[in-house]
């Protein structure tokens, strides 16, 4: 099994960017998830699941900043808080984790009932990046396993050629230099539906993952040796 693509989302629930190498450290990819948008009037960390707006937006990092392009195709940088509360229609600002306090991360919310986008429940996410969950901090995920799928509706971090990833739940693995203790499969939401660029609502994806691999797609894990990842590097066990 080898590294095909590597994925970085430099703000939660918004498009990303894809490397050819990356740092992987104790919070996943070096700024992976690094910032977030913060809605004002919730106080909630606003996500695609809240607001599927946020996926036809893409983020990149230039020079350790945050670039967000807007659908229209207008740029806009950390600080400019009001662009993008006048695009998504809500006062809201784009912060960078650990801002106002490192070890608090983000307040999420998701439907219970994905098809009726009812029944909302939240949650708080740990600190350091806006990760939903504290057991995974980068996720990986093969090519088989997302089927025809388009990946972008998964967001994760290292795309595989092989199969079986699911396998190594409860082992360490080595990727380049890097070393990640593999803790858990990672349980899909309404995110995988919503539209983005050239992709529809698609509810069989959500349902196919539910009857067919009992809600799971791809696995998560924290990084216990950091170091460098790059594309061709083979995933093997520690």
Not at 81 to 98: F, I, Q, T
Not at 100 to 113: F, I
Not at 222 to 238: F, Q
């Amino acid at each position: 099994m080898r590294v095909t693509e590597i994925w970085r989302f430099p703000v939660k629930s918004i498009g990303g960017e894809t490397l050819l190498e990356a740092e992987l450290t104790d919070l996943g990819i070096a700024g992976d998830r690094g910032w977030s948008v913060y809605d004002v009037e919730t106080g909630n960390t606003l996500t695609a699941r809240r607001s599927p707006d946020l996926l036809f937006a893409s983020a990149r990092i230039i020079d350790g900043d945050v670039v967000v392009t807007l659908p229209d195709g207008s740029e806009v940088r950390e600080g400019d808080d009001a662009a993008l509360s006048a695009w998504l229609g809500r006062e809201v600002e784009l912060r960078a984790a650990g801002e106002h306090n490192l070890d608090v991360g983000g307040t999420y919310e998701v439907p219970l009932d994905a098809e009726n986008d009812a029944d909302w429940v939240s949650w708080q996410g740990p600190g350091g990046a806006f990760h939903d969950s504290p057991k995974s901090r980068v996720s990986l995920v093969s090519e088989s396993t997302m089927r025809d799928w388009d990946r972008r509706r998964f967001r994760t971090n290292i795309i595989t050629d092989g199969s079986d990833e699911d396998g190594f739940v409860g082992t360490s693995i080595s990727i380049g230099d890097a070393r990640v203790d593999v803790v858990k499969q990672i349980d899909r939401c309404v995110m995988v539906v919503r539209p983005q660029p050239g992709l529809g609502r698609d509810l069989d994806v959500l349902k196919t993952i539910n009857a067919e691999r009992e809600t799971f797609l791809a696995v998560g894990g924290l990084v216990t040796a950091p170091g460098s990842i790059s594309l061709g590097d083979e995933v093997r066990p520690a």
